[in-house]
């Protein structure tokens, strides 16, 4: 018989198990019972709809059993099993879901350890075994087919006979060597201990015929020497109670992170791990996870948002979109709840009511342990925020704002008070007496916002400012208009109300004098400019570009980054600070020389342009104008 390859990439994963030096090869074991009960499930949801399946959720189980001559694992569904094709095309490549992520995002390194603590799939058979056979009917099927294969080199398929349908897969076992135990899978104790750590919450029986001794009948009484006998049992080794339907004391905190990294995929343990049973408007049972990482396609078109929902314990929907709002998309987990119907449909499920009283409470128990670790835990807090913040603040931005009041409260920004995070409530707390706004700044970069010229003479008044680092930031401040009855004010734009009358007195009288020479450099800076006048904000520099209206210079770059054709422009001033050298400069070349006037003016507003991270028109013109200056 002609011994089939493997698909290139199935051969480097499958090189990469069977030269494998992971300590936890015990994970094969999860991974063929989690495949076995797929398998299961996937017989029983074809049983709601199909009447022509007589399969009884009874009926479905999951069988061990070891030979230790032939060193042997066996593993035994009456599930949905593969045909021929199926054989070939599941196990001759790499799988769709788990094992096809695992090798995106890692890229196949060859980081051993990674792999025990992924769902690899079928493939982890071969840390332990020298050769795997599958034996397979599919249901409604009459032949049955054999897969078997000792590795890289490939696989064999030939028909065999089956007395009914489900899929067996037979493990013969490595020998032991030097530094490696194998005998241990053989062991039905150690097995036991294996099923109970991974796999016990699986909803179908997991039996095993355990091999035991008891005391012969008769003896060891009456002064009869005790005589010990060999028996069989066969025992169910998982609990099959699902870990969300426990109390939670009964799970211990690896209970419910080994839950997490198996069924979504993650290496690192969750963040948090919020368990409820709810009672009332809707009962349910809730697990859900907030992760410590962001999810690797979190922000691409691919990440699909939801949780699992069951139906009286049994998986009813993969990802349910419905159960959970956009700006906690990247909490995972499962509901479990005994007012939904088994075979409700996709269509019907949106309309359900009760679904929209659960999708609310599930979004009030996210909220609440946020708003929680934000008071009690404000480190962890603050890293989550560093993963998932953004999440919220296009929260507050979405929907026209329409549940900024329900997030407005988990935002926090870095600020000029200190290098730490603030929250919207503590920067209120902190305002001065006389302060009349909540003050931000946008840029690029901390660092950049903190040379802002603009930025001066807020920070000698000591109010502190908010930095906007993240292009969404202005969008959601500006739906979410004031906190706490106070407005927020960016530090560029429009009337920062810093001034004391008398100085405004001051600005007015410059203003009213210099007249001439403001409407000179208008005209000349034509529409690039709304208009030039003197600023109430700068304290030693000589110029900076500032914004009326609703439409702020970093929103101009924003959305003018967005892939659309349509072009924004902010209505720009060019500010003068009346107490820079330059002011005097061109009130002297506007009486004198106004060629050079118009030159100078040019100048300052591709400087003020510069210092906003704009990109300015001609570069080279400027630099020539620069090296005319400095020849002077
Ligand atoms: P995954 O479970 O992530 O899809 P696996 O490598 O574990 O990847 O399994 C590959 C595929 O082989 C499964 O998706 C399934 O189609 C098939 N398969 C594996 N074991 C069984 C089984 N016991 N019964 C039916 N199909 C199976
Ligand atoms: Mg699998």
């Known amino acids: 018989m002609a011994t089939k390859q493997f698909k290139a990439e ?30 299961l499930d996937k017989l029983y949801f074809r049983s709601l709809t199909d009447d022509s399946v007589a399969a009884s959720r009874e009926d479905l189980k999951i069988e061990l059993s070891v030979d230790k001559e032939k060193r042997t694992l066996t593993v035994t569904d009456n599930g949905l099993g593969m045909t021929k094709d199926e054989l070939e095309n599941n196990l001759g490549t790499i799988a769709k879901s788990g094992s ?4 995106k995002e890692n890229e196949l390194k060859e980081d051993v350890d990674i792999i025990g603590q992924f769902g690899v799939g079928f493939y982890s058979a071969f840390m332990v075994s020298e050769r795997v056979t599958v034996i397979s009917r599919a249901f409604g099927e009459k032949e ?62 997991i039996t095993m015929e355990m091999e035991k001794e008891r005391l012969k009948e008769g003896t060891g009484v009456d002064g009869k020497d005790p005589e010990y006998e060999k028996y069989t049992e066969v ?19 690896e209970d419910y992170n080994n839950f997490y990294k198996e069924k979504y995929y993650d290496f690192t343990d969750p963040l948090k791990v919020i368990h409820s049973k709810t009672e009332g408007a809707a009962t349910y049972n809730a697990l859900l996870f907030i992760p410590s990482k962001t999810p690797y396609n979190f922000y691409s078109k691919e990440y699909e948002k939801g949780l699992q929902l069951y139906a009286n314990g049994v998986l009813i929907m993969d990802k349910c979109a419905d159960l959970l709002p956009d700006y906690f998309s990247f909490v995972k987990g499962l509901v479990d709840s005994e007012d939904l119907s088994l075979n409700i449909s996709r269509e019907m499920l949106q309309h359900d009511r009760q ?19 934000l008071k009690n835990e404000r480190e962890t807090y603050e890293g ?40 919207l409530a503590e920067y209120v707390s902190r305002m001065k007496e006389e302060q009349k706004y909540i003050y931000y700044a946008s840029g690029p970069s901390v660092s950049r916002i903190e040379h802002l010229p603009q930025a001066e003479l807020v920070k000698d008044k000591g109010y502190e400012i908010l930095y906007f680092t993240d292009d969404v930031d202005e969008f959601a401040i500006q739906m979410l208009m004031e906190y706490d009855g106070k407005q927020f004010k960016s530090i560029s734009s429009g009337d920062l109300g810093l001034e004391t009358e008398e100085e405004k007195q001051q600005l007015d009288k410059q203003t009213e004098e210099n007249k001439g020479l403001f409407d000179f450099m208008k005209e000349t800076l034509g529409d690039k400019v709304k208009g030039v ?21 970093e929103m101009e770059k924003v959305l003018n980054a967005m892939p659309n054709d349509q072009k924004v422009e902010a209505n720009k001033m ?38 906003e991270g704009m990109p300015i028109e001609d570069p080279v013109a400027f630099s020539n104008q620069v090296c005319r200056l400095m020849v002077d």
Not at 410 to 422: H, N, Q
Not at 533 to 553: D, F, M, N, Q, Y
């Open 10 to 39: 199935s051969k480097r994963l499958l090189d990469l198990m069977i030269n494998s030096i992971y300590t936890h090869r015990e994970i094969f074991l999860r991974e063929l019972i989690s495949n076995a009960s797929d398998a």
């Open 100 to 103: 096809l992520n695992f090798k």
């Open 144 to 205: 049955a087919w054999k897969w078997e294969s000792e590795g890289a080199e490939g696989y064999t398929i030939e028909p065999c006979d089956k007395a009914s349908w489900g899929t067996q897969i037979i493990l013969t076992i490595k020998q032991n060597t030097e530094e490696d135990n194998y005998d241990e899978f053989l062991e039905q104790y150690r097995i036991q201990s294996i099923i109970k750590k991974y796999s016990d919450y699986i909803r179908y029986p």
């Open 235 to 253: 025992e169910t080794l998982n609990s099959m109670v699902p870990i969300w339907r426990k109390s939670k004391d009964e799970v211990t905190d």
């Open 355 to 373: 679904l929209k009283i659960i999708a609310k409470s599930i979004e009030k128990k996210i909220k609440n342990e946020l708003t929680k670790m």
């Open 384 to 423: 989550f925020f560093k993963t998932f913040g953004l999440q919220l603040k296009f929260g507050v931005y979405n929907n026209y704002g329409a549940n900024k009041d329900q997030l407005k409260d988990l935002l926090l920004f870095t600020s000029s008070f200190e290098d730490k995070y603030a929250t």
């Open 533 to 553: 006048r003197l600023s109430k904000r700068l304290k030693t520099h000589p110029v900076c570009l500032t914004s009326e209206g609703a439409l702020s210079i």
């Open 574 to 611: 060019l500010e003068i600070n009346a107490s820079h050298p330059i002011f005097e400069k061109l009130t002297k070349l506007y009486d004198s020389d106004q060629e050079k006037l118009k030159e100078y003016c040019d100048m300052l507003y591709t400087q003020a342009m510069l210092i």
